[in-house]
């Protein structure tokens, strides 16, 4: 069981938008910075917003990221074919003093 | 560029041992915390230690504490997960990672991972 909850699975058609939450507690989300990572099939995690919301140099803008209390939700627009892939959040938990994870979202993209 | 190879992964049996290496290049190991995840198979992420830049401060999830130990050489550039007491549910790919450098844990850079499996 994750501390962090996602939804197992979301789908969309090319070119339309998804967005996949993250939900966690005052000692995770509500109180430190999440980050989100897509891992394609058979590769490491790549980084794909930090600090709740800002991307690293070589995302597409197509990807964003926000928090609000102890949630945070990825968004991405304008899906394409390989976007399909695991997604993950994670942030520090000042009471387990551990990073933490949430269970992974695959996105399908019809 | 920023490399991070991996390196230590193999078969073990039960309640044996492990030393899994990870080889930094490419900017300045000796700034950055590192982190050790770790991945079984078919699983989602699972975060396994870290370590300060200096090596003044380790954390642990809770079930590998007082299994794992993880240590840096920043004059070698090189990270470490010393592994004792294996057991099946620790088989997983194990990747290291960069922090950003905000010391948020957030990881901006991944090795490719090494598989560890744990059986007889």
């Known amino acids: 069981q994750s501390v962090l909850t996602q939804p197992p699975s979301v789908s969309a058609a090319p070119g339309q938008k998804v967005t996949i939450s993250c939900s966690g507690g005052s000692s995770n989300i509500g109180n430190n910075y999440v980050s989100w990572y897509q891992q394609l099939p058979g590769t490491a995690p790549k980084l794909l917003i930090y600090n709740n919301n800002k991307r690293p140099s070589g995302i597409p803008d197509r990807f964003s990221g926000s928090k609000s209390g102890t949630s945070a939700t990825l968004g991405i627009t304008g899906l394409q074919t390989g976007d399909e892939a695991d997604y993950y959040c994670?942030?520090?938990?000042?009471?387990?003093?551990?990073?933490?994870f949430g269970g992974g979202t695959k996105l399908t993209v019809l | 560029e920023v490399q991070l190879v991996e390196s230590g992964g193999g078969l073990v049996q039960p309640g044996g041992s492990l030393r899994l290496s990870c080889a930094a290049s490419g900017f300045s190991f000796s700034s950055h915390w590192m982190t050790w995840v770790r991945q079984a198979p078919g699983e989602g992420l699972e975060w396994v230690a870290n370590?300060?830049?200096?090596?003044?401060?380790?954390y642990y999830v809770d079930s590998v504490k007082g299994r794992f130990t993880i240590s840096r050489d920043n004059a070698k550039n090189s990270l470490y997960l010393q592994m004792n007491s294996l057991r099946a549910e620790d088989t997983a790919i194990y990747y290291c990672a960069r922090d950003t450098g905000s010391a948020w844990q957030q990881f901006d850079y991944w090795g490719q991972g090494t598989l560890v499996t744990v059986s007889s």
């Open positions: 994670g942030t520090w938990d000042s009471s387990l003093s551990a990073v933490v």
């Open positions: 370590i300060k830049q200096d090596g003044s401060a380790k």
